[in-house]
């Protein structure tokens, strides 16, 4: 019983495997990057045919942003149920599945009535285990429909102020309603530029003109796990916490003993963030 695995370079796709190894033996891996410029319906051709060409019992990918595309499409293409985001999988006739919904604010506990399951896996939602490693599809035996390469990447957009973007950074320093202001940035910069940090945001911030899109943490924003998140006058929404759920370490700065961010953190400080960060800055400053 063979499995096809989409694989990308990360943790994400190796605590995938870790679900994945369940399903059967031995793994055939799938590179993202198989196509350049990256074509999701390539990949999911791609898919589509070393699964029928394996008789594979299931094909997995991690569920990141391009993971759940690829797979998505393929789901489309064969006509199959595709199960996203789960945190665990027990194969049979159900396949037994617990998967989040709700920006991972509740988990559903499903069966699974197919010939071959599509799965993708939450990302730091599993362990990794070490185990057999997947033998490499050779892609280049497949022919690829014209169509299948419409929709491609055109061109990529650095973060702004550059340097490492908001989901590989190891520190994130974000500030919502309790900036005030787009100007009420500048101490959180200040702060990050210190530390290494990079500058998110809350979905009020990005609503408000304060901050680009690409700068919002949360469900509808981007999903990160750093060592340490440092939320600054941020309320602690359902929506947003389902971004940042993946820190390590979560400190949390804000005048309102009572918001709900307050009682998830590992450390919170009670105060006027726009006395608390600089002070911060200025401790740092003197260590060095």
Known sequence: ???VVLME???PSRQMLTL???FGAPLHGVPMDAFTPFAPDSVAAVLEYAAEELHATAVFAAGTDRGNEVMARLAARTDLPLAANCIAAEPGDPVQLTRQRWGGSLLEEARMHTTRAL???APHSVRIEEGVQPLAVDVN???????DQVVRVSEH??????????????VVVSGGRGVGSKEGFAILEELASLIGARVGCSRVVTSAGWRPHTDQVGQTGT???????IACGISGATQHMAGCKGAKKILAINA????PIMSLADYSVVGDLKEIVPAISAEIRKSR
């Open 1 to 3: 019983m063979s499995v």
């Open 223 to 229: 999903k990160i796990s750093p060592d340490l998140y």
């Open 256 to 259: 309102d003993p009572e918001a």
């Open 157 to 170: 957009v650095a973060p702004p102020g550059g340097g490492v973007s908001l989901a590989e950074a190891k």
């Open 119 to 121: 799965i993708t896996v």
């Open 141 to 147: 035996r497949f022919q690829i429909d014209a169509k």
């Open 9 to 11: 370079e990360g943790d």
């Open 20 to 22: 994945a190894r369940k």
